[in-house]
């Protein structure tokens, strides 16, 4: 998930999100100002990430959001969900 946020917290709250459903992967703003959100596991806990990542924790205002499935092996993966 890429994707413009305004609201604080964001990345921790995501992450939260993403160990409650026991995700592997990492939230980090980017230089253009977006937040990349990079998550592994079960498609029903993805799912279910990918929709709260519409739109975030309470105050934030999530702009848009870009969604795209990659090939997990394709990158290196923390053992838990991470923020940068």
Excluded: K, T, Y
């Excluded at 977006?34 to 924790?57: K, T």
């Amino acid at each position: 998930m890429r994707g413009r946020v305004q609201g604080v917290f964001f990345r921790a709250s995501a992450a939260a999100m993403a160990r409650a459903l026991a995700l592997r992967g990492r939230a980090q703003n980017l230089d253009d100002g977006s937040v990349l959100v990079l998550a592994a596991g079960p498609h029903a806990a993805l799912a279910e990430f990918a929709a709260w990542l519409q739109h975030g924790p309470p105050m934030a205002r999530v702009e848009a959001v870009e969604i795209e499935e990659i090939d997990p092996a394709s990158l290196e993966w923390p053992p838990g969900f991470e923020v940068r």
